[in-house]
Nanobody, 115 residues
Framework: QVQLVESGGGLVQPGGSLRLSCAASGFTFSVYTMRWYRQAPGKERELVAHISSDGRATSYLDSVKGRFTISRDNAKNTVFLQMNSLKPEDTAVYYC????????WGQGTQVTVSS
């Protein structure tokens, strides 16, 4: 069955870094556009970053540009989100999303940025 499993979240101090991973299975990962979304308490889910199926095209939410980097390894069916210079406002549940006709979601991983 289709699975997207996120990992790498946790508690980090402001200015710190985390690397999120999303392992995919049950579908042809290499043809899917991948996205990371996040949802903070009391707020709507927002798109953080996107990467094309071949990894050549990426885009970012303005507030994370220059701090976050999305990448993928199609040989390992995994997409990553490297998050540097984290701020308290980055605190949210981060979700992995796959889209190519069908859309799949992971269960989310909590990122908390606090001193």
């Amino acid at each position: 069955q289709v699975q997207l499993v996120e990992s790498g979240g946790g508690l980090v101090q402001p200015g710190g870094s985390l690397r999120l991973s999303c392992a995919a299975s049950g579908f042809t990962f290499s043809v899917y556009t991948m996205r990371w979304y996040r949802q903070a308490p009391g707020k709507e889910r927002e798109l953080v970053a996107h990467i094309s199926s071949d990894g050549r095209a990426t885009s970012y939410l303005d507030s994370v540009k220059g701090r976050f980097t999305i990448s993928r390894d199609n040989a390992k069916n995994t997409v990553f989100l490297q998050m540097n210079s984290l701020k308290p406002e980055d605190t949210a549940v981060y979700y992995c999303n796959a889209r190519f006709g069908s859309t799949y979601w992971g269960q989310g991983t909590q990122v908390t940025v606090s001193s």
